[in-house]
């Protein structure tokens, strides 16, 4: 068992502060003390003068060019006014998550890839597995009722995989990881008998019992978008 991985200052960087456990970090963390989208890489492209976000907007194909074999845009639909644009680019990136992301290359099926874009092996829109939640364990421990807890640690403890490496193989394919924690949960016993007053307010401003839990681990995707790097100007375009 070993502390889990995280991507928080502790130390200032230009723009951003170090983390100040705030427990804001699955909103993508308004101060920048946690590395992301929101915080981190957006900013960065926004100074640069490079970059135009399009909101609300519905990317429907990727554009496919039988000729240079390659992908050359995007086309999207305005969720507002039900108007469809074209995007040409040198480059697409498709970070929409595993169902948008399989969901839109199967949109974009061409007489060159009927089964959907680049879907050499028809293997597209099989097999898919998306993080999950929900398959774990957890409990409570008795005792140390002396003992509490200071500040929001932004991050908790992880078991890596050690399932199907190197030489060691097993019945199945890939392995799996654990992450979890423990913690000292507030209200006491009391709370459970009292409906509401001021008994009820100082019975949950008691520590409770602590407890710990563990989760197969877990990733969430902050944004569905797609970018492009435009013919013409070398723009990064975001929609």
């Known amino acids: 068992m070993i502390i889990g991985r995280c991507a928080h200052l502790t130390a200032p960087v230009p723009g951003r502060t170090p983390c100040q456990y705030r427990n804001k970090?699955?909103?993508g963390c308004p101060f920048g003390g946690y590395f992301s989208t929101q915080s981190s890489t957006l900013p960065a492209a926004v100074k640069t003068g490079?970059?135009?976000?399009?909101?609300?907007?519905?990317v429907t194909q990727i554009l496919y060019d039988k000729d240079q074999k390659k992908a050359t845009g995007v086309e999207v639909l305005d969720a507002e006014t039900n108007q469809t644009y074209t995007y040409r680019s040198k480059i697409v990136f498709v970070n929409a998550s595993t169902l948008n992301s399989t969901?839109?290359?199967?949109?974009?099926?061409?007489?060159?890839?009927?089964?959907?874009?680049?879907?050499?092996?028809?293997?597209?829109?099989?097999y898919l597995m998306d993080h999950h939640l929900g398959s774990g364990a957890g409990g409570r421990i008795e005792g140390y009722e002396d003992h509490y807890v200071y500040g929001r640690r932004p991050n908790g403890v992880y078991i890596p995989r050690y399932r199907n490496l190197n030489n060691e193989k097993r019945d199945y394919l890939r392995g799996f990881g654990y992450q979890g924690g423990a913690g000292r949960n507030r209200g006491s016993k009391a709370a459970d008998d009292i409906a509401v007053g001021v008994a009820l307010k100082e019975a949950l401003s008691e520590p409770g019992?602590?407890?710990?839990?563990?989760?197969?681990?877990?990733?969430?995707?902050?944004?569905t978008r797609i970018w492009l790097r435009s013919t013409k100007t070398g723009r990064i375009n975001g929609v």
Do not use: Q
Request: with cysteine; charged share 10%.
């Open 25 to 27: 970090c699955e909103f």
């Open 50 to 58: 490079n970059l135009t976000l399009r909101p609300m907007s519905i």
């Open 103 to 126: 969901w839109l290359l199967l949109n974009s099926a061409t007489d060159v890839w009927p089964d959907g874009l680049g879907s050499s092996s028809g293997a597209l829109g099989h």
């Open 209 to 223: 019992n602590w407890g710990c839990g563990w989760a197969a681990l877990v990733k969430y995707f902050l944004t």
